[in-house]
C-alpha cells in the first residue's frame, strides 16, 4: 500500500505563503493521481486542488485558484501545495490523497490518505 505523510503547516499571518509537502513511499506514487483536501472543526472536509500522475493536469477549488498552486516531483515521491496570499478562511487541516484516478475532485474516490498537516492563518 502507499503510504502518504503531510508536513510544512503551521501558524502564517494572512496574506503570507506556505508550502505544504505530501511524502509517499510503499507504493508506485507516479502512477497515483494525487489531491489535497482540507478540514475546518464542524465542517465537510473540502476539495483544494488535484493533479494528475504526469503533472499534465491540474485542477483547483474556486475558493483557493489563482493563489495555491500543487505540483509533485514523482523522482522525489512528493507532491506539493504552494499557498499564497493566505487568508484566515484557508485555516483547516490538509490532507494529501492518492489514488488510481486521473483527477478527481471527490475525497471519496481516492484510496489512500495521510495524517494531515495543520495551517493556521492569524490576522
Known amino acids: 500500500q502507499v503510504q502518504l505523510v503531510e508536513s510544512g503547516g503551521g501558524l502564517v499571518q494572512a496574506g503570507g505563503s506556505l508550502r505544504l509537502s505530501c511524502a509517499a513511499s510503499?507504493?508506485?506514487?507516479?502512477?497515483?493521481?494525487m489531491g489535497w483536501f482540507r478540514q475546518s472543526p464542524g465542517k465537510e472536509r473540502e476539495f483544494v486542488a488535484t493533479?494528475?500522475?504526469?503533472?499534465?493536469?491540474?485542477l483547483y477549488a474556486a475558493s483557493v485558484k489563482g493563489r495555491f498552486t500543487i505540483s509533485r516531483d514523482n523522482a522525489k515521491s512528493t507532491m506539493y501545495l504552494k499557498m499564497n496570499s493566505l487568508k484566515l478562511e484557508d485555516t483547516a487541516v490538509y490532507y494529501c490523497?492518492?489514488?488510481?484516478?486521473?483527477?478527481?475532485?471527490?475525497?471519496?474516490?481516492?484510496?489512500?490518505w495521510g495524517q494531515g498537516t495543520q495551517v493556521t492563518v492569524s490576522s
Open positions: 493533479i494528475s500522475w504526469n503533472g499534465g493536469t491540474t
Open positions: 510503499g507504493g508506485a506514487f507516479s502512477t497515483y493521481g
Open positions: 490523497a492518492a489514488g488510481k484516478n486521473w483527477v478527481s475532485v471527490t475525497g471519496n474516490q481516492y484510496d489512500f
